[in-house]
C-alpha cells in the first residue's frame, strides 16, 4: 500500500484530471478517495468524509450496495459483454429498457442507449434534426439551449451547455445552438414577484423562436433544475409556459434528466415534479447510481412513430450502446429504489426535512438565499445580507468555504458562491442533521476568515 504522498506523486505525473487546472493542482496534490460506504467516503489519511454530492450527482443508493455488486459480477461471468448493432441485444438491455419505460412517464416506451450523459445529449442533437428531416423539415435545425447550463463535455454537449469558458477553449458552440438567458430569480428577477419572474423567463423562450423564425427551431432543451449551473429552482410558473410555447410553435421539448432522474426531485424524472411531459429526455448518472457508465435518451412517442415508422436506418450508436453489465447494475439499482421506496421517502420525508434544515441556514449571515427540490439545495453566500449584494468574484468566497468543508469532513460544491448538496437518497434524517451542522460550522469558519 502507497503513502499518500506516494498516491500524490504518481498522480502529478501522469494523470490529468477533468475540469482542473494542472499545474496548480500538481502543486497542492490531490486528494486520495480510496473506500466508500452508504453516504460516507474515507480518503487515503483515514479521514471520514460526508459526501453531500453524491459523487458527481450520481450516487443515489450510496456506496457499497452488494445487489448491485453482485448484479454486475454475475452479468461479468455470464457475458461481459455483447453488442446491440447486428440485430443483436442482451437479456439485460431488454429488461432495463423494459424497466425505463415503465417508470418514466406513459408517453415515453422507448430508449435508445449510450455510456454517458454526453454521449445521451450528443444523440440528441442528431435525432431531433433526424425527426424534422423525416418532418420534411429540414430546415429546422436549431436548438434553444440556457446560458450556464451544463449538457457535458463532447463537442455537442459542450455546445448546448452555455458556460462561457468551455466554449472559450475549442471553437463552440457549434453551429445551430442558440442560449437564452437561465430562469434565475436571485440574479435576474429580484424585485418581482416569482412566479411572474418564470412567466417572463420562458417568454425569452418565445422571443428568440421569433427572431430565428419558428421554421428554423427544431427543439428547446434545459434540466428541470439546473445542476451544475448551481441548483437554480425554476418558479413554479416556468416549465409549464415552456411546454406551452413549444406547443405554439411544433417545437420538441427535451428535459435533461442526467442529476434530476431517478429520484433526486422526489418524482422519478424531474420533469414529473415541474409538472410537464418533454418529447425526449436524456439521463445517465442515477440510473446505475454511478457503480458503472450508462446513459441514453428516452424517446417519447411523437418522436418515436417517426423514427420506426418512417425513418429507416437511424445511423448512430456507440459500441457499449446497452453494455450489458451496465444494464444489469442499472437492473438492480432501479429495483432498490423501488423496492426501499426512495423517490417517495424524497419526496414525503427527506426532500421536505432537508428544505427545513435549510431554511434554518438561511438566518445566517452569510447567506442571501437558499433553494431546495427534494434532495438536490444551494445556499448562495453573499457579502450583505440585507441588500444581497454578493462578493467580488476575485475573492472566491465559495471555494473559501469548499476548503473548510473538505477539512472538517464534508463535500459540498462551489458554483461561484453558491454552495451546493446533493446527498445520497438513502441519506436519514438524523445525517441530514450531520450534514446541516457541518455546513453551518463551515459558513461559520468562512465568516470568521473573511473577517467580517
Ligand atoms: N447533463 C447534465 C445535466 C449533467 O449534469 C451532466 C454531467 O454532470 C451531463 C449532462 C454530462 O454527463 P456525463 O458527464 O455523464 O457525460
Redesign the pocket.
Known amino acids: 500500500q502507497r503513502t499518500t504522498a506516494e498516491w500524490q506523486a504518481a498522480d502529478a505525473a501522469h494523470h490529468l484530471h477533468p475540469f482542473t487546472d494542472f499545474k496548480a493542482l500538481a502543486g497542492r496534490g490531490t486528494r486520495v478517495i480510496t473506500r466508500g460506504d452508504g453516504i460516507y467516503l474515507w480518503d487515503s489519511e483515514g479521514q471520514r468524509i460526508l459526501d453531500a454530492m453524491s459523487g458527481?450527482?450520481?450516487v443515489n443508493v450510496g456506496y457499497g450496495q452488494r445487489a448491485l455488486i453482485d448484479a454486475a459480477t454475475r452479468q461479468l461471468e455470464t457475458l461481459p459483454f455483447y453488442n446491440s448493432f447486428f440485430q443483436t441485444t442482451t437479456p439485460p438491455a431488454i429488461q432495463l429498457a423494459e424497466r425505463l419505460a415503465e417508470v418514466a412517464p406513459p408517453s415515453f416506451q422507448h430508449v435508445f442507449f449510450s455510456?454517458?450523459?454526453?454521449?445521451?445529449?450528443d444523440t440528441i442533437v442528431r435525432m431531433v434534426r433526424r425527426y424534422w428531416d423525416i418532418q420534411g423539415q429540414p430546415n429546422r435545425q436549431v436548438i434553444i439551449s440556457r446560458l450556464n447550463?451544463?449538457?457535458?463535455?463532447?463537442m455537442a454537449?459542450a455546445s448546448l451547455?452555455g458556460m462561457s469558458g468551455m466554449h472559450a477553449q475549442g471553437g463552440l458552440p457549434i453551429p445551430g445552438i442558440s442560449h437564452i438567458e437561465q430562469p434565475f430569480w436571485f440574479q435576474l428577477g429580484q424585485g418581482m414577484d416569482r412566479e411572474d419572474f418564470g412567466r417572463r423567463a420562458a417568454a425569452w423562450l418565445e422571443a428568440r423562436i421569433v427572431q430565428l423564425g419558428a421554421d428554423k427551431v427544431a427543439a428547446f432543451i434545459g434540466?428541470p433544475v439546473?445542476?451544475?449551473g448551481g441548483v437554480i429552482v425554476p418558479p413554479a410558473s416556468y416549465w409549464p409556459e415552456i411546454r406551452r410555447i413549444c406547443d405554439k410553435y411544433g417545437i420538441l421539448l427535451v428535459s435533461?434528466?442526467?442529476?434530476?432522474g431517478f429520484g433526486r426531485t422526489g418524482r422519478w424524472f424531474g420533469c414529473e415534479t415541474m409538472g410537464v411531459t418533454p418529447d425526449l429526455m436524456?439521463f445517465?448518472?442515477g440510473v446505475t447510481s454511478g457503480y458503472v457508465?450508462l446513459?441514453g435518451v428516452m424517446v417519447g412517442e411523437r418522436v418515436a412513430r417517426a423514427l420506426i415508422d418512417e425513418g429507416g436506418e437511424f445511423q448512430h450508436g456507440y459500441t457499449y450502446s446497452g453494455h450489458p453489465v451496465a444494464c444489469a447494475v442499472a437492473l438492480a439499482n432501479l429495483e432498490l429504489i423501488r423496492g426501499e421506496g426512495l423517490v417517495e421517502r424524497v419526496r414525503e420525508d427527506t426532500g421536505p426535512y432537508l428544505a427545513r434544515l435549510f431554511d434554518e441556514l438561511s438566518a445566517h449571515p452569510l447567506v442571501g438565499e437558499v433553494q431546495t427540490c427534494g434532495l438536490m439545495g444551494a445556499i448562495q453566500l453573499v457579502r450583505d445580507k440585507a441588500s444581497s449584494t454578493v462578493f467580488d468574484p476575485e475573492q472566491s468566497v465559495g471555494m473559501l468555504c469548499r476548503a473548510h468543508c473538505f477539512e472538517n469532513g464534508l463535500i459540498m460544491r462551489a458554483v461561484g458562491d453558491r454552495m451546493i448538496v446533493a446527498p445520497p437518497l438513502v441519506i436519514t434524517r438524523a445525517q441530514l442533521d450531520e450534514m446541516a451542522g457541518l455546513i453551518r460550522l463551515c459558513l461559520d469558519k468562512t465568516l470568521a476568515e473573511l473577517g467580517q
Not at 455510456?115 to 445529449?121: L, R
Not at 447550463?149 to 463532447?154: E, K, L, N, R, V
Not at 435533461?256 to 434530476?260: F, H, N, Q, S, T
Request: proline content about 3%; charged content about 15%; overall charge negative.
Open positions: 458527481l450527482w450520481c455510456s454517458s450523459g454526453s454521449e445521451g445529449n447550463a451544463y449538457h457535458g463535455s463532447t454537449g451547455g434540466e439546473q445542476g451544475a435533461d434528466e442526467v442529476i434530476c436524456t445517465a448518472k457508465p446513459g
